[in-house]
């Protein structure tokens, strides 16, 4: 049988895994909830959905599959012990208030730097160390890293992607020496390989549980935007991919790194590239806390989007921002609110797209390549009244990738991998 590939993305309500061969067909896919919020929640809906993976494409293609990657949300992370046991509860993405921890790498770390600020990454990986008061964990884990472990059946890997956060330095390859200042245990810190490296083959227990074959190859993998990014297709410089989930998440591929931390902009490494952007917490989550889905769907297609409400929200989930400002103490402006939902529902999708602007706007101040287009990924972008709006706003041509799922571009990152080295 033909080898195939196969990605896992954790994203924030759920896994959803596929199966693709090399050319980048979908073979198969399969999806499962999060039973908890717990980092063991995380393995079982990935353990649910590789079951389910089995199923739908059968135990032969399962056994072709020649190598996997996981992915993640960048910046979640959780303490675990050398049998792979969670010491600590994860601690999410978006999660804030790290003060203390910020005072603490604001007088080691140097000016604008990545873990600065209340919502740092390294900042949760001190709470962390702070709830470990046993001294029990041996590693820390981003998320896409704990279920490589699982699959692995040994910690100690990540990528440069979902380390960036964390502080990695990845134009030196290392973590910075000051991290020792902040009262970090280094010693718990991953070895960091550059994106889609394989780290070595499939833990022989869990070959048996899920099918695979023994020399299932496994590789780090990447965030969950950056895999969307893969998934869509951009390969041009000044390409663009929006991606539209529970958040906004914009990343550009340049040939020049662009780190602005007040805007909350930086630059993930691509092999020769680099993928610029940021992600903002306005998007699907702040949609989601006024309507559900398929009033959504109602309401857009009663809309007028050919002109403006006048409303001037800045849609929030709750408050904090990270781009195209970094401002923790941001509130959500969602006033005034009309009787109509249809206007309402409208102002919060220009509000949206008035951020979005702004980001790429933010890209373009900095130096970045011109965009050359714009690629939309996520449940947003098939909105037609959404897109209408957001063609009106943003001066460049925006298309709906064919493929919007961070799973497939996984995939997609292995398949590379193995017909580069064939």
């Not at 550059?194 to 227990?205: F, L, N, R």
């Not at 602005?260 to 993930?268: C, L």
């Not at 011109?370 to 709006?389: E, K, M, Q, V």
Request: aromatic content about 6%; glycine content about 10%.
């Amino acid at each position: 049988m033909t080898a195939l590939f196969l990605g896992v993305d954790l994203g924030t309500s759920g896994i959803r895994c596929a199966a693709t061969d090399a050319q980048g067909k979908v073979i198969g896919m399969a999806r499962a909830p999060y039973p908890d919020a717990s980092a063991q929640g995380w393995w079982q809906a990935v353990s649910d959905g590789l079951h389910a993976l089995r199923t739908d494409i059968g135990p032969d293609a399962m056994r072709a599959i020649r190598s996997a990657a996981v992915g993640g949300t960048s910046g979640t992370m959780v303490l675990v012990d050398a049998a792979l046991n969670p010491v600590t509860a994860p601690l999410m993405y978006n999660s804030n208030g790290f003060d203390a921890e910020a005072q603490v790498i604001a007088d080691c770390a140097p000016p604008d730097h990545i873990t600065r600020g209340s919502a740092s990454a390294l900042g949760r990986a001190l709470r962390l160390q702070s709830q470990d008061s046993a001294h029990t964990a041996t590693h820390l884990c981003h998320q896409a890293d704990f279920i490589l472990a699982k699959l692995a059946g040994r910690a100690g890997h990540s990528d440069e992607n979902n380390c960036l956060k964390t502080g990695y330095d990845v134009v030196n390859t290392c973590w910075p020496d000051w991290f020792a200042r902040t009262g970090l245990r280094t010693e718990l810190l991953p070895d960091v390989h550059p994106v889609g490296t394989a780290i070595g083959q499939v833990d022989p227990a869990i070959a048996q549980e899920f099918g695979f074959a023994p020399e299932l190859i496994l590789r780090v993998g990447t965030t969950d935007s950056i895999a969307a990014f893969l998934a869509a297709g951009a390969d041009t410089i000044g390409d663009v991919v929006t991606s539209f989930g529970t958040t906004l998440a914009i990343k550009m591929l340049s040939d020049r790194r662009i780190d602005d931390p007040a805007r909350g902009i930086y630059s993930h490494k691509l092999g020769a590239m680099w993928l610029v952007g940021g992600a903002s917490n306005t998007g699907g989550g702040a949609l989601l806390a006024h309507f559900t889905p398929d009033e959504m769907t109602t309401l857009s297609a009663r809309m007028d989007p050919t002109t403006d409400t006048g409303l001037t929200y800045y849609p929030l989930p709750r408050k904090g921002e990270r781009f195209p400002i970094a401002d923790p103490d941001l509130e959500p402006s969602l006033t005034p609110r009309p009787q109509d939902d249809v206007l309402f529902l409208q102002g919060l999708f220009e509000g949206i797209t008035r951020i979005e602007a702004q980001c790429y706007d933010a890209l373009r101040d900095l130096g970045a390549p011109p965009i050359t287009r714009i690629l939309s990924a996520g449940g947003g972008a098939r909105n037609d009244a959404w897109r209408a709006i957001r063609q009106r706003h943003i001066p460049y041509p925006i298309t709906v990738s064919h493929n919007t799922e961070a799973s497939v571009g996984l995939a997609l990152l292995c398949a590379s991998h193995a017909n580069a080295s064939a």
